[in-house]
């Protein structure tokens, strides 16, 4: 019985793997290896937020008035009922949205009775700094999503440590919020060899985020639209990606806009197209400067 058992064991074929499947299980491996993170996202995430509130308090400077003039003022007249408005609101060139966020915290403060000016300043930054946290985990997963969690880590270090961005990350700038938007945009958006029939739901999510980030701040589509191009150019079903995708997307940012908008304005305006009339068709912009092409 032994003897029989020992002769099946010598006679039963040994399975060979072909060169093509082995490397297709190698780069399967290689694929969830590289969205594999050192740390467990949600005490990143916290580890992320305490530095980005530490930030948020160091910074104690002033920088440009465009992180006044474009957030917690106007959401100040948003709140109650006074604030100063900058030309670019008399002319219909700024989107409500991006203060409407602040304005939204300075409601809950004055529900509560703590509407001081300590904390109508400090409120905002620390909103930001919540931005912030979130924008500095989509950073580090980008990375290892596309490059794998070494780079991952180093990518985020090197972000932390950027003076530049500690310097202006937690500002009520637009330029903020778009960074934060942009980089979770592009954390959802494929990479060029994967094919948007399997990818629909990120795709969607990714320009979702693109779109609210053109919202906040027009000039966001000057990345978007050869990304857009590039892919629809690539995809397999064209079609699914304009009307599933854009279209849609595109319709419902416009109307957000639109509906927000024309009610703090009180009158029908849809920002995106007076800023193209004063910037581009008129280029009154470059009364108040401008730069070389390859600026």
Known sequence: ?????????????????????????????????????????????????????????????????????????????????????TWEWKEGLRGWSFPLIFATSYKFLALFGVDTAKFLVVVPRLVQACFASFGDLFLYKLAVRRFGPQTGIWTLICYLISWFTFYCVTRTLTNSLETVLTTIALYYWPSTHVRDNDNNNEIIKALSFAAFSCIIRPTAAIIWIPLCATYLLSSPNKSVFIFKCIFLIGCLAILWSLVVNSWLYEKWTLVEVNFVKFNVINDMGTFYGSHPWHW
């Open 1 to 85: 019985m032994a003897v029989e058992d020992v002769t099946k064991r010598k006679q039963s074929p040994t399975k060979k793997l072909s060169p093509q499947s082995s490397s297709i299980q190698q780069s399967e491996v290689s694929c969830e290896s590289s969205n594999v993170m050192f740390v467990p996202e949600k005490y990143l995430l916290a580890g992320l937020l305490l530095f980005r509130i530490f930030n948020a308090f160091l910074i104690q400077t002033f920088f440009v008035p465009d992180e006044f003039w474009q957030g917690p003022e106007v959401a100040h007249r948003i709140v109650f009922g006074y604030g100063y408005l």
